[in-house]
Structure formats: C-alpha cells, structure tokens
C-alpha cells in the first residue's frame, strides 16, 4: 500500500507541474519595460543677490551695500553706484557653467567696461 500512496503521488504532481506549465505558457510574456536613465542635469551657477537683465536695469532695486567700485562687488552695487543703467550688457553662460556678465557705461571721458562672475566683479577693463 505504501507503493501505491508514492506512486499516485508522483504522478499528482507530475500532473501540477504541467499544469502549471500549461497555463503559464498560453499566457502572453509581460512586455519588457525599459527603463531609461534620468539625464544628468547640470545645475546653474548660484548667484547671491539681485542681477542685471539685458537691457542694464537691476532685478531687484533697493539692494546693496558697496560704497565703492571694486572687484567684489555685486552688478547692481555697480549700477546703484554709478547712478544710472549701463550702456550696453552682456548676459552669458561660460563652459564651466558660471554666469558671466559684461557691463559697459560710455562716458564722456572714455569708455569703462566690467566684467562680473557669478554675480560678482572681477576685472575693471579701462580701454
């Protein structure tokens, strides 16, 4: 008797497993999902405090604490400080992910142009 009892058993679970393979293989396979990576994405430069726009004027007005002209200094300290909006501003974006800002006021004695680094001034050029 105990032949018989192993027997049937087996052939139980022969039966199971084709079963299983049966249902399992009628079934249509789950489509692959791919998954692609996030894009790296580069972060602007961090600039403190209000800057200049293309046409000279300040973001933010009433901000500022420079008394002079010199490196350091923020783009709207030298607009605050010179008392009037530029001549002409370049806005831009260097290889290496900084702003970088130039600024030129035409005077009457000659013309002074300031080139500014993640909103601050880094070089006096006087041509």
């Known amino acids: 008797m105990g032949m018989h009892v192993k027997v049937l058993s087996s052939v ?10 049966t249902s399992t ?8 999902v791919a998954i692609a990576p996030a894009p790296a ?5 961090v600039i403190d405090g209000p800057t200049l726009g293309p046409d000279g004027r300040c973001t933010v007005t ?11 200094i923020t ?16 806005v831009g974006e ?11 006021y035409s005077e009457p004695g000659g013309r002074e142009l300031y080139f500014f680094v993640n909103n601050r001034l880094d070089r006096i050029v006087k041509p």
């Open 25 to 32: 293989g009628s079934a249509p396979p789950a489509p692959a």
């Open 62 to 72: 009433g901000f500022g604490r420079a008394t002079t002209i010199e490196p350091g």
């Open 41 to 45: 994405v580069t972060p602007g430069p």
């Open 12 to 21: 139980a679970f022969v039966a199971l497993v084709l079963a299983a393979c």
């Open 75 to 90: 783009e709207c300290d030298l607009v605050r400080l010179k008392g009037k909006p530029a001549t002409d501003v370049l």
């Open 94 to 104: 260097s290889g290496k992910g900084q702003r970088e800002v130039q600024v030129l």
